[in-house]
């Protein structure tokens, strides 16, 4: 009995072990095969080396393309048994990182993802220039006849058409052509790739003149995106219809994104028939009308992107119906009033976005929309919340992000302190800037111990910061500049040692910097500017490894600077301090990376290092209103990105570097207030770039040099006052056609000024408005930018310029200030009349030289002129009367002349002092004591009657002239005209003339014998 047991446990054994053999060999064939796939086919890899030959490859992308085994090169997959190519995936670098961000949070989050990171811009960083190029692309991909996907997303194919060899690819399941700068029209052919599950051609530059009707021919089409591709789907003929036609019978399609399309009609009604339908995009296509009804039965809709249109009402129905919906997107249309109904009860909500509309109010049932995880209402006109913030807060427990950025509302909108109904609040990002919140930071701030991001700028909020805000470790960004907050700087933020961006700029703290910012050792930009913070700067630049933008300017801080790292710093602002010492001389090497550094307006000594000139990338150097002394180190090179250079107001000695003159990107210099001598540079003429030309106040000498528009065609302010240059003023200066700012005062400059003075063309009215109307759009754009320190504009150049009689210093407002200051030089000979036609000069000083003649009788055409002195010359004649017009001269100084006749009674000329007249012996009238004769009185209205009287008088002179001319010239030619042409005439009278010669001899002779007679005789004789 055993022994049959025994057997029967060897027999189970034995099957047991040869079952596991089998097993074995399965396993080990299976795996074999698994290994050791087989290689591609001859003629396939053949095919795809052609494709490369087509192909222009800068970046080596297809490096790995080389061997027997194409399955193995990058972007290639083969069939696993018969090692046919079914993929062929060249997705540049740039759209797979861009598809990767995209996936962060989930593929359909993309508003997240836009507000979270700028992936475009991270992603260009490392991949912008890797990608294939191609024009005529070979057709040897034909050889693929199992090829099932197909990817030449984000490469360049110059505007060329989409290759005609595609649409014979019947074997695609998958194509994407996006963002590949593909042009001209779209290939009728695509719809013979009737076996298309998912087709992109988004983002090219397609022809409008393209049919898409073969769309249509694709009846197993699920996603397609044809968003952005420059073209109007619209019917330019009988032959073509718009892209919504071409849809109306896909009704298999699950993902549809037409955005950035000018389609310009109303959305239709069969769009309700998509029932499968889960993303919809329609955003930026220029969509208007009522949306439909019919459009509430696509119920399975989870993502509807409508915004950025011109819908102006929502529909009467509640968006409630679509169960599935999501994501909602309404953002950018001209919806208006209270948040309507229509968006109340949506159960299954997570993203909602209303911005930029001009909604006024939120109504309290919004507070029921507890799915939320963003809620996007910015941008809008909201003045009043039935709901305020901390009940939303209180109720929306998974709201991720709020953005009520760009509205009006006040502190009443905050609400209570009460956030007791969320066990947790999931809340990461706050956006409140720019309204008009005037109370105090809620103490129930920490509490959100989940926020990372939280911007309150821009508003009126008052009180200190509140101390929880150090509860708060996952802070990465805290902007609570451009507010009325006092106090000190909390100890407590040293605890958010997550935070990479600190802002408090712009309020009235005081007290120091507190030592705990150094532990922040993640922080990336620190800005405590315009405050009134004390103290010595204590920032350790050694422990904040990572601080690449520092801006402590605007305050009262003292000390030395102290440089003992920062190799990440790119932009230094400690300007308008208190700050002592010298600049350390290694700073150029400690900080190598720097692009601004602004330590202008303290108390800095000593010289300025040579190794700034070896910082690559500075582009921004100001040094100004310090006391540096010593020689301008002739250091510096050509990086290709200098903006400024600023060494104005110091002690600095010797000339002017050579070395400048290889800036060639230099838009700025001042180099005004210094004791630079010598004459101009020659290299000067290189900087072609200038904006601003300020050498003043120095002990230049020479001659201007004769500088052409060729040389300086962008030049807008030339300022050489206060030096010694001598000579006369080049006429090539008039060919700087950009100028605005003229000043070559106080030099000893001779001759006359050029004649051709009228043609600076920027000091004209015409081209000044041109001006500001682009400064208003310079100024919008660097509103949109926000506030930053790395770009120097306009809005921050420093001039000084006497006007007036005081010297006035112009920043904000000096690309709008045009004025002409010739002053106190050796100038002789005339006003130049065409000096008139600069009508957009707002101060003209011509004071203290030596001209003569007469003030320019149309100087009433200078409509801008603020400011007129040509006091201490040598001006004789009458004040023009058409001097009235100008209603905007405010100063006007004419003492110190020879100037004669009435003085203007009109409009502004009752307000000048008597000294604007004084040392001009033959003026009279008011208000000098000297009265004039009534024939002298002139009024100086607004049809200058002086001048009429003076027309009247010349015109009777010419008309005395014009008769005395024409009677002689009458009587002349009356009898010399007549003897000369008529012979017998002639004969005639000169025989009349001797006959009575002859008479007159005769009896004049007689006369004489009887008179002598008479007088021997004693006796009268009658004759």
């Not at 409630?320 to 009033?337: A, C, I, V, W």
């Not at 600023?646 to 050579?658: D, E, H, R, T």
């Amino acid at each position: 009995m055993r022994i049959n047991t025994y057997q029967n446990v060897a027999a189970c054994a034995l099957v047991v072990v040869l079952v596991l053999a089998e097993l074995c060999i399965i396993y080990a064939n299976s795996s074999t095969t698994l290994i050791h796939s087989p290689p591609c086919l001859e003629r396939e890899r053949q095919a795809l080396v052609k494709f490369k030959a087509s192909l222009n490859d800068p970046s080596n992308l297809l490096s790995s393309w080389h061997g027997h085994d194409c399955c193995r090169w990058e972007g290639i997959r083969c069939e696993n048994v018969t090692g046919h190519v079914v993929m062929l995936d060249l997705t540049t670098p740039f759209e797979k990182c861009r598809r990767s961000f995209s996936k962060i949070v989930r593929p359909e989050d993309h508003l997240l993802v836009e507000y979270d990171l700028n992936d475009d811009y991270d992603c260009d960083l490392v991949y912008v220039n890797q990608y294939l190029e191609g024009v005529d692309v070979d057709s040897s991909l034909l050889e693929l006849k199992h090829l099932a996907h197909l990817d030449l997303s984000g490469n360049r194919f110059n505007s060329s058409p989409i290759p005609m060899f595609i649409g014979s690819m019947q074997s695609l399941r998958y194509l994407s052509l996006s963002h590949a700068v593909f042009g001209g029209i779209i290939p009728s052919n695509l719809g013979n790739l009737t076996n298309l599950h998912f087709l992109d051609l988004s983002r090219n530059n397609f022809l409008p003149e393209s049919n898409i009707n073969w769309i249509s021919q694709l009846p197993l089409l699920e996603q397609l995106d044809m968003s952005s591709l420059y073209i109007s789907f619209q019917d330019n003929n009988r032959a073509t219809v718009s892209i919504l036609d071409a849809l109306q019978n896909m009704t298999s399609l699950v993902h549809l994104n037409l955005g950035g399309n000018n389609i310009s009609s109303s959305i239709p009604s069969w769009f309700g028939n998509f029932k499968k339908l889960e993303y919809l995009d329609l955003s930026s296509c220029w969509l208007h009308g009522p949306i439909p009804n019919a459009f509430q039965n696509a119920t399975s809709i989870k993502l509807l992107d409508l915004s950025d249109n011109n819908f102006d009402s929502l529909p009467s129905w509640s968006f409630h119906k679509f169960e599935k919906l999501k994501h909602l997107f309404l953002s950018s249309n001209n919806f208006q009033g209270i948040i309507p109904n229509a968006l109340r009860n949506m159960t299954s909500i997570e993203i909602l976005d209303i911005s930029q509309n001009t909604f006024s109010s939120v109504p309290s049932w919004f507070v029921e929309l507890k799915t939320l995880v963003y809620l996007g209402l910015s941008n809008n006109n909201l003045t009043y919340m039935e709901c305020s913030i901390s009940s939303i807060l209180k109720n929306m427990c998974h709201l991720k992000m709020l953005n009520l950025a760009e509205n009006r509302l006040r502190k009443e909108s905050i609400g209570n302190n009460d956030l007791s109904n969320c066990i947790r609040h999931d809340l990461e990002v706050v956006y409140l800037s720019n309204n008009l919140f005037n109370g105090t930071i809620p103490q129930n701030i920490g509490q959100l111990v989940n926020l990372r991001d939280l911007d309150a700028s821009n508003n009126y909020l008052k009180g200190t910061i509140p101390q929880n805000i150090g509860q708060l470790v996952n802070l990465g960004d805290l902007d609570l500049s451009n507010n009325n907050l006092t106090g000190t700087i909390p100890m407590y933020l040293d605890q958010l040692v997550n935070i990479t961006s600190l802002d408090f700029s712009n309020n009235l703290l005081n007290g120091s910097i507190p030592e705990g910012l150094n532990q922040l050792v993640n922080l990336d930009r620190l800005d405590l500017s315009r405050n009134k913070l004390d103290g010595r700067i204590c920032i350790d630049f050694q422990k904040l490894v990572e601080l690449s933008h520092l801006d402590l300017s605007f305050n009262n801080l003292d000390g030395t600077i102290r440089m003992e790292g920062g190799w990440q710093m790119l932009d230094l602002d400690m300007s308008h301090n208190q700050i002592s010492g010298s600049i350390p001389e290694n700073i150029g090497y400690i900080m190598p990376n720097l692009e601004t550094l602004l330590l202008g307006n303290n108390h800095i000594n000593g010289s300025i290092p040579k190794s700034l000139c070896q910082v690559d990338d500075l582009s921004i150097l100001d040094l100004s209103k310090n006391t540096l002394s010593g020689k301008i180190p002739d250091c510096w090179k050509d990086n290709e990105v200098w903006e400024e250079i600023n060494l104005s107001s110091n002690k600095l000695s010797g000339i002017i570097p050579s070395s400048f003159g290889n800036l060639s990107s230099l838009e700025w210099l001042h180099l005004n207030n210094n004791s630079l001598h010598g004459e101009f540079l020659v290299s000067v003429r290189n900087l072609t770039q200038l904006l601003i030309l300020d050498l003043g106040e120095n002990q230049l000498s020479g001659t201007i040099p004769s500088w052409t528009a060729e040389t300086f065609s962008s030049l807008q302010i030339l300022r050489l006052r206060q030096n010694m240059l001598s000579g006369s003023i080049p006429s090539q200066i008039c060919q700087l056609s950009s100028l605005k700012i003229l000043d070559l005062s106080r030099n000893a400059l001779n001759g006359s000024i050029p004649w051709c003075i009228c043609n600076l063309r920027g000091m004209t009215l015409e081209r000044h408005n041109l001006s500001f109307t682009s400064l208003v759009a310079e100024g919008v754009a660097a509103a949109a930018k926000g506030s930053q320190i790395i770009h120097k504009d306009w809005q921050t150049e420093d001039v000084i310029e006497v006007v007036k009689g005081s010297e006035r210093d112009y920043i904000r407002i000096l690309k709008l200030v045009v004025m002409m200051d010739l002053s106190e030089n050796n100038l002789v000979g005339s006003i130049p009349k065409g000096i008139t036609l600069l009508d957009g000069l707002h101060s003209l000083n011509l004071s203290n030289n030596h001209l003569i003649g007469e003030l320019p009788i149309m100087i009433g055409n200078m409509k801008s002129l603020e400011c007129f002195d040509v006091s201490s010359n040598q001006l004789s004649g009458t004040i023009p009367s058409s001097m009235s017009a100008l209603t905007s001269l405010s100063q006007l100084n004419l003492s110190h002349n020879n100037l004669s006749g009435p003085i203007p009674t009109g409009n502004q000329f009752l307000t000048y002092d008597p000294s604007s007249y004084s040392d001009n012996p033959y003026l009279c009238g008011s208000p000098l004591p000297k009265k004039c004769g009534n024939s002298h009185q002139v009024q100086g209205n607004g049809e200058f009657e002086d001048d009429e009287d003076s027309k009247k008088d010349k015109l009777e002179k010419w008309l005395f002239y014009f008769v005395v001319v024409a009677g002689f010239a009458t009587g002349f030619w009356g009898v010399i005209g007549t003897l000369w042409f008529k012979k017998t005439w002639r004969h005639a009278y000169f025989r009349r003339a001797e006959d009575l010669a002859d008479w007159i001899y005769v009896t004049t002779a007689i006369r004489m014998s009887k008179l002598k007679k008479w007088m021997m005789n004693g006796n009268y004789v009658d004759v």
